[in-house]
């Protein structure tokens, strides 16, 4: 495979830790990379064709060790045996199944995954833990996955990737605490822009539909007044208990 092979960077990412690291891995692999970002429910409704000869990269964060729960997340991605490369990305904890469920989804769609590497970048629920990843090292690792992987695909009888975790997958599970917006909301709609699973009322946007909400807090993250954001004492306990868990860094680990 060429080295100016066409290159995709797909990544769902609330809160943009996974973007950066798509970005790192596809900027690895060619100096003209598309994006494609699938946290936008318009983005993932638009149909785009794949062929044998161009690579996706993938990458999405963990969410209680799995793909997070998007019925329509990989709905308009159609390859034709089409090479991807995926990125787990998570708040150093774990990863456990998300990878292996990542490639079945792939594989589901007609792609076969070459590579894939689970990279650490801040937890949603606490900003202390993963603070200030991605550093220097982690983009390296992560342009060392790109730059593997490009080997790899030169190869014409490459084989697919050996990944961690187990299916059955790990049973999702779903917290108890959601964000909502306060008495201070100015009914801007930015939140509503925000969320990647239309989950806020455009109607009255300090309410959120409980069922949908991911607990991604990009609506935290995009509102200008500070109005949204998770209240009670079960966040504050996880984010506590998380962030007395999770002090040892973790390091990115590759796949090829
Ligand atoms: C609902 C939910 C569940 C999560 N589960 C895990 C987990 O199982 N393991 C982990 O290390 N991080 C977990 N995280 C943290 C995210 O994987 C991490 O913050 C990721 O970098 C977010 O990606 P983004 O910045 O692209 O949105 C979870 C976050 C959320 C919102
Ligand atoms: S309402 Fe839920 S799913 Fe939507 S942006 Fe906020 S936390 Fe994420
Ligand atoms: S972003 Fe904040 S101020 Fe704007 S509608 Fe949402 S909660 Fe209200």
């Not at 792939?106 to 995954?113: I, Y």
């Not at 982690?138 to 790109?146: F, P, T, V």
């Not at 959120?208 to 200008?224: G, I, Q, S």
Request: hydrophobic content about 40%; some cysteine; glycine content about 8%.
């Amino acid at each position: 495979m060429a080295e100016h092979i066409k290159v995709t960077a797909a990544y769902f990412s609330p809160t943009g830790g996974t973007r950066a690291y798509v970005k790192e891995i596809a900027g690895a692999m060619s100096a003209a990379v598309e994006e494609l970002d699938l946290t936008r429910p318009e983005v993932r409704r638009q149909k785009r064709q794949f062929g044998p000869d161009e690579v996706l990269v993938l990458g999405v964060p963990v969410y209680y060790g799995r793909v997070p729960e998007v019925p329509d997340l990989l709905d308009g991605l159609e390859g034709k045996d089409t090479p991807v490369v995926l990125a787990a990305v998570y708040g150093n904890r774990a990863i456990d199944d998300a990878l292996l469920e990542l490639s079945d989804l792939c594989a589901a769609r007609g792609f076969r995954t070459a590579a894939a590497g689970e990279f650490i970048a801040p937890h949603t629920f606490s900003a202390r833990i993963g603070a200030g990843r991605p550093d220097a090292s982690d983009k390296e690792s992560a342009r060392e996955l790109g730059r593997r992987a490009l080997d790899k695909l030169a190869q014409p009888d490459w084989q697919p990737a050996e990944l961690p975790g187990k299916r059955p997958y790990r049973e999702f599970q779903r917290a108890p605490f959601y964000p909502e917006g306060e008495e201070s909301c100015v009914s801007c709609g930015a939140c509503v822009r925000a969320c990647p699973v239309e989950a806020i009322f455009a109607s009255n946007p300090k309410q959120t539909d409980a069922e949908r909400c991911l607990r991604c807090l990009a609506c935290v993250k995009a509102c200008p007044t500070g109005s949204r954001a998770v209240r009670g004492m079960a966040f504050e306990a996880t984010r506590q208990r998380l962030e007395q868990l999770l002090q040892q860094p973790r390091q990115p680990v590759l796949y090829l």
